[in-house]
Every structure is written in C-alpha cells, then in structure tokens.
C-alpha cells in the first residue's frame, strides 16, 4: 500500500500475546483502521483510532502514535481462529481509507 | 448478514463477453467503493462514489465501468476483460466518506475468473 508498512508475516502460540505494528507517511491524516480478513473472505472491522493512546476492546487493542506516524494491533489470549491477515488502514485523501498489504498472523497450538 | 450484498458470489466469463457485478447496502450509507484483491496482493481501491458522484478513480482501465444510479445500488460493468482480471471483487459502503472514523462494511464479494 501506500507508504505503509507493515510485516508480512507473524506466527505466535495459542494463548500468547502479538503486537502487529504499522508505520505510515501520509497527509491529511484523519484516523487508523484495523480490519481482520480470513483468507476467501472480506475485510472486517477490528478498532478505529483517531487520537494518540490506546483503544482497548475485549482482546483486542489499538495504539496510536500521530506524531510517530505509528500504531500497532495487540492481541492477547491468542485463539486458533486468529489465523488471518491484518489490516492497518490510515484514513488520508479526504477521507478515504487506503490499506497496507496486511500482516498474515499464524496461531499454532 | 453484512448489509452490504453482491451478486454474483461467482463469475466466470470469457475474455470476449460483457457482464456486471451488482452491489446493494441496507444501511442507509452515501459512501460507495470497488476493490480488488488479487490472490496474495493487498486490496487496491478501485472506485469510490460519495452522494453518487465518482469521487475516486485510481487509474483503473477502462474495461472496467462503474455505475452509481442511487446511494443503495453500485454496479461495476466488465468488458473484454484479460485473464489477470481474475480476482475477488469486493464492494464497501460507508456512512459517509471515512472521515470521522465512518467504518467501511464490506459485502462478501465476487470471484471473478476469467477464462
């Protein structure tokens, strides 16, 4: 995606904690995204940030760096259906969402 | 039930034949998007529709036509398409344009194969 970047790959064990970072170079910045997509399906909404600090929702959370340019996704007590691809996804160009390539997370047993 | 509906789930057509992809939402939104997702490539937005007007058209060949005729409906119409257009087509809808953190919802999504 545009100027942004993420890993493409991460394997994490079931029950543990992984951190999915994001850095992006944009103007007009007005907000993050997170989706989850499981292979062979659409996207779907994980966390919307548009101040600096952390948005916490059950498992999931969201940080953001604006200054930094940065955030990442936590997630905690890792599940099987976890498996999929994570999307961050800054809102730039009045107000429209441009998405990275996406973090491919495995969760092994 | 996403709210956000397509149809055809699957398509497969020849290189030669005309066809459309249908997109409806049920969730009152006034922000319309096509993307595509080729396989292991990121979503690349394709078209967006704001109040009906085209707002966004990122240099997307011409065989590939989209149609706005109200906030609920978006078709996107394919012509002599080439094999690499082989891919999942994706539509989204959001309240407005995504400002103000509006959440895009995505329909299901159309497979396209073309033969």
């Known amino acids: 995606g545009q100027n942004i970047d993420q890993p493409t790959e991460m394997t994490a064990t079931e029950g543990a904690i992984v951190q999915i970072n994001c850095t992006y170079q944009t103007s007009g910045f007005n907000g993050l995204f997170w989706y989850q997509q499981h292979a062979g399906e659409a996207p779907t909404f994980l966390s919307y940030?548009?101040?600096?600090g952390l948005e916490e929702k059950g498992r999931f959370s969201s940080f953001l760096s604006r200054s930094k340019g940065y955030s990442y996704l936590l997630l905690k007590e890792l599940q099987m259906k976890d498996s999929a691809s994570y999307l961050c996804a800054p809102i730039i160009n009045a107000g429209k969402s441009t998405f990275g390539d996406g973090t491919t997370l495995t969760v092994k047993p | 039930e996403t709210g956000v509906t397509q149809t055809p789930r699957h398509l497969v057509m020849g290189m030669t034949n005309k066809k459309s992809l249908k997109c409806e939402q049920h969730?009152?939104?006034?922000?319309m998007y096509w993307y595509k997702q080729s396989a292991k490539k990121p979503l690349e937005l394709m078209f967006v529709y704001s109040l009906e007007e085209r707002v966004e058209n990122n240099s997307v060949p011409s065989r590939f036509s989209p149609e706005c005729p109200n906030s609920s409906h978006l078709f996107l119409h394919l012509h002599t398409l080439q094999p690499e257009d082989s891919a999942l087509y994706l539509c989204a809808s959001s309240l407005t344009l995504t400002q103000g953190g509006n959440t895009i919802y995505f329909g299901e999504g159309s497979w396209l194969t073309v033969v």
């Open positions: 940030n548009v101040l600096d």
């Open positions: 969730l009152g939104h006034n922000a």
